[in-house]
Nanobody, 125 residues
Framework: HVQLVESGGGSAQAGGSLKLSCAYS????????MGWFRQAPGKEREGVAA???????NVADSLKGRFTISEDNAKKTVYLQMNSLQPEDTATYYC????????????????????WGQGTQVTVS
């Protein structure tokens, strides 16, 4: 079965950067999309960025220019590069994925994703 394991969270100063990693395993098809979501205390989970196996990318409008999603197929890892971090970026960040489907644009709705990682905390002060 599919497993997603996030890493790379931690603390950063405002204006700093962090890079999150999501190592995945168990996909039985190359047809899939994967995304990053975040959830702050008392707030709904929101889509941050997503990509599919053909390299199509979707980034939340409010985060374009600061957050970048990428993938290393050889390492079976999806990354989220976060620059110019702000205190409002503080949240638990989750990696998620869905296989066997193609949705365009690559979705940023949590309901489109079937498998989730355990989350990694990002705190910006």
């Amino acid at each position: 079965h599919v497993q997603l394991v996030e890493s790379g969270g931690g603390s950063a100063q405002a204006g700093g950067s962090l890079k999150l990693s999501c190592a995945y395993s168990g996909y039985s098809t190359t047809t899939r999309y994967m995304g990053w979501f975040r959830q702050a205390p008392g707030k709904e989970r929101e889509g941050v960025a997503a990509l599919d196996n053909r390299g199509r990318v979707n980034v939340a409008d409010s985060l374009k220019g600061r957050f970048t999603i990428s993938e290393d197929n050889a390492k079976k890892t999806v990354y989220l590069q976060m620059n110019s971090l702000q205190p409002e970026d503080t949240a638990t960040y989750y990696c998620a994925g869905t296989q066997y489907k193609v949705v365009l644009p690559v979705p940023l709705r949590a309901s489109e994703y079937t498998t989730w990682g355990q989350g990694t905390q990002v705190t910006v002060s």
